[in-house]
T-cell receptor, first 114, second 112 residues
Framework: NAGVTQTPKFQVLKTGQSMTLQCAQDMNHEYMSWYRQDPGMGLRLIHYSVGAGITDQGEVPNGYNVSRSTTEDFPLRLLSAAPSQTSVYFC?????????????FGDGTRLSIL | GDSVTQMEGPVTLSEEAFLTINCTYTATGYPSLFWYVQYPGEGLQLLLKATKADDKGSNKGFEATYRKETTSFHLEKGSVQVSDSAVYFCALSDQNGQNFVFGPGTRLSVLP
């Protein structure tokens, strides 16, 4: 049981490039989310999904797109990378949307934008 | 909106010292409360949780009690080890289960 898997673990981009951060979970979880972690700011929610075909914005959605075509996968897309998007990105999931279950986190993607 | 406040770090302790990391929250209704731990270069791992008032979560010697009257969920450990060095995050999930809010994290360093 792999849990939440994120790829790649590290990435360096140039300003203006695009890329997709991958996230997959094998626990049949309904709820999936993306956070960014910046020094002194904790985790901030970018986008989340409550099921296949349903996504919504979090606290800091600008510059990011998501889709949820399957229960397992929840990719995060940067259409035109900016230095302000340099951060560590975490994907997380939990079983049922309306529950008090904790979220399970991936190991993160460390992204640098030059 | 909902929010979580944690004591500022970093916290530096000697091995076997007593640990307290304060956490208070603001939320409507009855949120669930969590402590997560993040070791260097890794993702967040659930340390413990409490889902209703007066519940005590515990794991690996760490404890926290859900205090609704003081809106607090302070993390404690009686005797810390070097291996406890990490960043600790307090978090809440609203009563709908859809909104997670994290505190800024507290970095703990334990010296031998």
């Amino acid at each position: 049981n792999a849990g939440v898997t994120q790829t790649p673990k590290f990435q360096v981009l140039k300003t203006g490039q695009s890329m997709t951060l991958q996230c997959a979970q094998d626990m049949n979880h309904e709820y999936m989310s993306w956070y960014r972690q910046d020094p002194g700011m904790g985790l901030r929610l970018i986008h989340y999904s409550v099921g296949a075909g349903i996504t919504d914005q979090g606290e800091v959605p600008n510059g990011y797109n998501v889709s949820r075509s399957t229960t397992e996968d929840f990719p995060l897309r940067l259409l035109s990378a900016a230095p302000s998007q340099t951060s560590v990105y975490f994907c997380a999931s939990k079983g049922q949307v309306h529950s008090n279950q904790p979220q399970h986190f991936g190991d993160g993607t460390r992204l640098s934008i030059l | 909106g909902d929010s979580v406040t944690q004591m500022e770090g970093p916290v530096t302790l000697s091995e076997e010292a007593f640990l307290t990391i304060n956490c208070t929250y603001t939320a409507t209704g009855y949120p669930s409360l969590f402590w997560y731990v993040q070791y260097p270069g890794e993702g967040l791992q659930l340390l413990l949780k409490a889902t209703k008032a007066d519940d005590k979560g515990s794991n690996k010697g760490f404890e926290a009690t859900y205090r609704k009257e003081t809106t607090s969920f302070h993390l404690e450990k009686g005797s810390v080890q070097v291996s406890d060095s990490a960043v600790y995050f307090c978090a809440l999930s609203d009563q709908n289960g859809q909104n997670f809010v994290f505190g800024p994290g507290t970095r703990l360093s334990v010296l031998p």
